[in-house]
């Protein structure tokens, strides 16, 4: 196997949801890195059924965290998906893998998250999307408070096992 | 801007979808490691609404090709994803494009198909897949044939512009 590739499989495999994250900034150019990443995410028939609002407003972030969203509120930058339908889910979830690993590039921690409830309406008003247009997942980004991560408990089981995600020939 | 990051900003940028593959099998080792990168995928509440089955018979591959699926056909092996039901499309775009990445780690093209009008149903049937559960989303994965894909028609604009992708504090 050539360096790269266990480079590159390192890499994917390292990644992991962070909610925590310290007041650090996170700088513009890390930001146009991760978008650059996400604008060229496959889609189907290459749609790309999707927008992106770039969020660094505390207010706006703390809203997004009281509707359901929690790790906005303390991000450094939240990156709010705007799609075509709920029709572009499959999609959107392509796209937003991208984002944290392009975050994740940049040495940033980062979580998908979602608005539940009343969020997505709340949120299109809030910031003129119109009403016909999924706004349910963000990425919260940040960096990552590395005290307070290290002292949340660990999941011991955090995946099923590979004989159950993965058949061979017939399910 | 650290090495790594160079190289890990590089990796997820030059990924483009691949349908053209040679007939050169492709190592079980590769496709181990493909599946731990999927494994490892994260999705809502972690439910890992999700499981796979590696198909490398070339009868079945045809099928899938025939289903609406076409580079199944001619791939040196398919993942395809079968998924707890419709509602979890979003965590299975997430884990299709680690599949993809997992495959160019590994030096090898891939792309995202989907089974269309009868495919599904006609795919539970034949690798005895429960009814209620999605079956849409296959990754096609093979060696790539750099001749033929070389000799296809480039596309001068295949994502639309940053700033129509991107929009900073509002819609």
Avoid at 86 to 112: I, K, M, P
Avoid at 122 to 146: F, N, Q, W
């Amino acid at each position: 196997m050539s360096q790269s590739t266990v480079d590159q499989l390192g890499f994917l495999r390292r990644l992991r949801a962070v909610k925590d994250y310290t007041t650090e900034p996170i700088a513009e150019e890390a930001i146009q890195d991760i978008l650059e990443v996400g604008r060229w995410t496959g889609s189907g028939a290459n749609k790309q059924p999707w927008e992106v609002i770039v969020v660094r407003d505390p207010d706006v972030q703390q809203k997004f965290g009281d509707w359901g969203a929690k790790p906005a509120a303390t991000a450094g930058v939240v990156l709010l998906i705007v799609s075509a339908s709920d029709g572009a889910a499959f999609d959107e979830g392509r796209l937003a893998e991208r984002l944290v690993l392009g975050a994740a590039a940049h040495g940033l921690g980062s979580t998908v998250a979602t608005l539940k409830g009343e969020g997505p309406a709340s949120a299109r008003e809030l910031l003129g999307i119109p009403p016909e247009r999924r706004v349910t997942t963000l990425v919260a980004i940040g960096h990552t408070d590395v005290e307070v991560r290290g002292a949340r408990p660990k999941n011991p089981q955090a995946r099923k096992p590979m004989d159950e995600f993965a058949h061979w020939d017939r399910f």
